[in-house]
Nanobody
């Protein structure tokens, strides 16, 4: 069971990035996938999550109007489209998975499998 996060980088304020979380060794049909972030000196916080087959989503307040989570079923991948990025969005972004198909919460404590992080840096 592996998750591979990618797509981070350096972007100017107001720009966009799309993060990818590719799963191998298991099918995301039966798992909820969440995106989380951790800025230096801060605790890891939830961003968004999406369930298995029915694709129900949940967002933390700061992400609701700017970020969109989606699934690429054929690719066994979950994406996080981030628009209107701000310097305060700078963090290492992680994806994680937990067995769940009906609903999800972007709470890092409930997720079992974690990918490595990808750095997102937003310059002002």
């Amino acid at each position: 069971v592996q998750l591979q996060a990618s797509g981070g980088g350096l972007v100017q304020s107001g720009g966009s990035l799309r993060l990818s979380c590719a799963a191998s060794g298991f099918s995301l049909d039966y798992y909820a996938v969440g995106w989380f972030r951790q800025a230096p000196g801060k605790e890891r916080e939830g961003v968004s999550c999406i369930t298995g087959r029915n694709g129900v989503t949940s967002y933390t307040d700061f992400a609701k109007d700017r970020f969109t989570i989606s699934r690429g079923n054929a690719e066994n991948t979950v994406y996080l489209q981030m628009n209107s990025l701000r310097p305060e969005d700078t963090a290492v972004y992680y994806c994680a998975a937990v067995a769940a198909t009906m609903f999800c919460v972007p709470d890092p404590s409930v997720y079992d499998y974690w990918g490595q992080g990808t750095q997102v840096t937003v310059s002002s």
